[in-house]
């Protein structure tokens, strides 16, 4: 990857600005049979949690064509802490780009457990933390008010003694502005914007929901335009208030090179790509490429220069 697409995410450089969203590549183990890892600046592991999680019955993913987008409702299945520790973490770490570790809980502890053990391991630059998974009776909980998150933060900071926190934002909230300022006043170091949108999808001739949950998470090119929007608002907030900007990582629909771009003008300084891999894997290659020569276009010689670059009306 050219030094044109090199990106600095808090301080973790990434080769490209590229990263492979949480949930979307399990245990990364199966990824290197259809994309190098290289083309990606770093990849995010399953949310996981302190115990393993089966998370919750078929069906729990549903394309949803005439939508374009895809819900789920997995429930946060995954192996658990121990297991991930033992078995996953030492594989994913020798996959050749930045991993990064996604942390789920149920209870400030749980959360402080994780983000311990993850610290301690030394094989993971950066934690995100998922406040923001629809698919559980409890995954909104530290996500929907800004006092609540204050308060998960203000004890999960002191356990990452030498790894960066990510804070994943959500979108199923009345100001986005609120939380990313909540997150950035108890120490985050980047934020991610933005996980699924809570949506039902319903079966006419059954007049069931069609998820076993009922409703879950929305993804891909529906969520895009909502999300370019929070990553801007999130950004302009930050400029204004006159403070060094937060790191972004703008992630939701992004399919191409143009969606990428978009969030970078936005204002985002890495870009999460999540449903774009179930329908193509090899998809992060094609973006990055139309990203550099799009970077070249622009008379640029770093794509950092062109974050937050949108022009006014
Ligand atoms: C099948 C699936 C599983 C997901 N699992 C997680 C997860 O474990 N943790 C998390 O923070 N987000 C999870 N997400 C949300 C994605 O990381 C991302 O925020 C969301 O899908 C929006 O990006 P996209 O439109 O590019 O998919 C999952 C999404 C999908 C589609």
Known sequence: ????????????????????AAGTCGYIAELPSVLDPACLGAIVTKSITREPREG???????DLPHTSGMLNAIGLANVGLERFMREKLPAAAGAGTVIIGSIAGNSIDDYVTIARAFDESGLLPAVELNVSCPNTSDGLQFGEHPR??????????????????IVKLSPNVGDIIAMARAAIEAGADALTLINTLSAIAIDVETRRPRLSRGSGGLSG??????AVRMV???????????????PIIGLGGVMNWQDAAEMILAGATAVGMGTALFVDPTAPRAVAS?????????GCSSISQLIGQVRSL
């Open 1 to 20: 990857m050219p030094s044109s697409m090199t990106t600095h995410l808090a301080g973790v450089q990434l080769r490209t600005p590229l990263i492979a």
């Open 56 to 62: 919750n019955p078929p069906w729990r993913i549903i």
């Open 148 to 165: 609540k998150l204050t308060e998960l933060l203000v004890e999960v900071r002191p356990a990452l003694a030498r790894t960066k926190l």
């Open 221 to 226: 090119p529906a969520i895009h335009p909502l």
């Open 232 to 246: 801007h608002d999130v950004h302009c907030a930050m400029m204004r208030g006159g403070a060094d900007a937060v």
């Open 290 to 298: 139309g990203l550099e020569k799009w970077v070249a276009r622009q």
